[in-house]
């Protein structure tokens, strides 16, 4: 079936630093893929997709590209702010009529001063 | 604020008992789904509506039901409850099941049992 693989964390960041967390998928037919951010205390909210291969999804400073040939959809981000600390999903929604997002575990972000 | 609403945010309960969660979708998504969010095993579909018709089940247990009412409002009953079910149960709306739609999520119930 359809799965979601992201790296575990915490991950521990300071202020202006690189981020990139790893996500890797398996799936049938030509998924769309997703990053979800979830808040402290909040739901998951959409902070980007993309629908094709070689697509680049971006958001507030995050990117992430649809790579069909590795199978993945990594999330960077050139310069994290404390404000990014959070629980990051990576998720996929396939076709075929199954359209249920599948998401990862999450990876959880925590950026100090 | 997504505008998917659920309610209660907090529930307290015993084992044994029964609950139910309720889920108010965005204006307009005719599809709800049911998560379950437990530290160990991450976030994990339950069950998807569409339209007031089950659509798909992923990994729920019998002692749990859901349906969608006329409204488009949902919710999801936990019954014979286990202090395994503690977790954050989150609903999800969409405008249809479709793979490049985005689902907005409320803000969840946490669950605990004791």
């Known amino acids: 079936g359809d799965s979601v693989t992201q790296m575990e964390g915490p991950v521990t960041l300071s202020e202006e630093a690189f981020l990139t967390i790893n996500c890797t998928y398996t799936?049938?037919?030509?998924?769309?893929l997703f990053w979800y951010v979830q808040y402290p205390g909040e739901g998951l909210q959409l902070l980007l997709k993309?629908?094709?291969?070689?697509d680049k999804g971006s958001n507030k400073g995050f990117e992430a590209t649809y790579r069909k040939e590795t199978t993945s959809f990594h999330l960077e981000k050139g310069s994290v702010q404390v404000s990014d600390s959070a629980v990051y999903f990576c998720?996929?929604?396939?076709?075929?009529?199954?359209?249920?997002?599948?998401f990862g575990r999450g990876t959880s972000l925590i950026v100090h001063p | 604020d997504s505008g998917v609403t659920q309610t209660p945010k907090h529930l307290i309960t015993a084992t044994g008992q029964r609950v139910t969660l309720r889920c108010s979708p965005r204006?307009?998504?005719?599809?709800v789904y049911w998560y379950q969010q437990s530290l160990d095993q991450g976030l994990q579909f339950l069950i998807q509506?569409?339209?007031?018709?089950?659509?798909a089940k992923g990994n729920i247990l019998e002692r749990f039901s859901a349906q969608q009412f006329p409204d488009l409002h949902s919710e999801l009953n936990l019954s014979s409850l286990e202090l395994g079910d503690s977790a954050l149960y989150f609903c999800?709306?969409?405008?249809?099941?479709?793979?490049?739609?985005?689902?907005?999520f409320g803000q969840g119930t946490r669950l605990t049992v004791v």
């Open positions: 993309a629908t094709k291969a070689d």
């Open positions: 999800a709306s969409s405008v249809a099941p479709d793979r490049n739609t985005e689902a907005f």
């Open positions: 204006s307009g998504d005719l599809s």
């Open positions: 509506y569409y339209n007031g018709e089950e659509r």
């Open positions: 998720a996929l929604s396939r076709g075929g009529g199954s359209y249920i997002p599948t």
């Open positions: 799936a049938t037919g030509y998924p769309s």
